[in-house]
């Protein structure tokens, strides 16, 4: 008997409130559901070393540098829960979170070096690396390292199979997701 990764499919969907277009495709391969659904599953999501607030950052600052809309609005859900403001989603989408005066040193450093990490090539100078480990022990680095690259991960594959946003954060009005469309007609 097969497993039914349509089942977990739509109680996921069930759950969220919200078609999963990615994880449908996905569902196309069985295989690659469970991979990456493991992958999300096992991911820190909460950590006592590392704030909400901060993983809500980096999430929503990797969604932009690599402009995937429903990255940017799956990950900008509930961002005032976690202590985000609209002024400071707003600076990640400007590019002006280095001059945020809300932002601790301890947040700057993570988001220059998850900054570092998302560009393409990727180079994380040793200092940027320091910077994070000034504010975070080793466990905590590798927590934030590991949520930047699945952020990447996730971003890169949903733009590459086309997937828009589904509306996740119905009030994300300090950005424009038609800026951030990358697939070409």
């Not at 109680?11 to 069985?30: D, F, M, Y």
């Not at 932002?103 to 450093?109: H, I, L, N, V, W």
């Not at 994070?132 to 952020?151: D, E, P, Y």
Request: proline content about 4%.
């Amino acid at each position: 008997m097969r497993f039914p990764w349509n089942w977990v499919l739509r109680r996921v969907e069930k759950r969220l409130g919200k078609a999963l277009t990615a994880n449908r495709i996905l569902s196309w391969s069985p295989r690659l559901l469970l991979g990456t659904g493991l992958m999300e599953a096992l991911v820190v999501h909460d950590d006592p070393e590392v704030p909400r607030r901060l993983l809500k950052l980096v999430r929503v600052l990797v969604s932009l540098s690599v402009s995937c809309p429903f990255c940017i609005d799956l990950n900008s859900q509930s961002s005032a829960k976690e202590g985000v403001t609209e002024e400071e989603l707003r600076s990640l989408a400007q590019g002006s979170w280095e001059r945020q005066i809300t932002f601790s040193e301890a947040e700057k450093a993570v988001l220059r070096y998850a900054a570092s990490l998302t560009a393409t090539p990727v180079r994380v100078s040793q200092a940027a690396v320091e910077a994070v480990l000034l504010h975070f022990s080793a466990r905590a680095f590798v927590v934030l390292a590991t949520t930047v690259s699945q952020v990447n991960l996730w971003a890169r594959l949903i733009q590459g199979l086309g997937v828009n946003e589904a509306g996740f954060a119905e009030t994300a009005r300090w950005v424009d997701l038609d800026r951030f469309r990358t697939r070409t007609p």
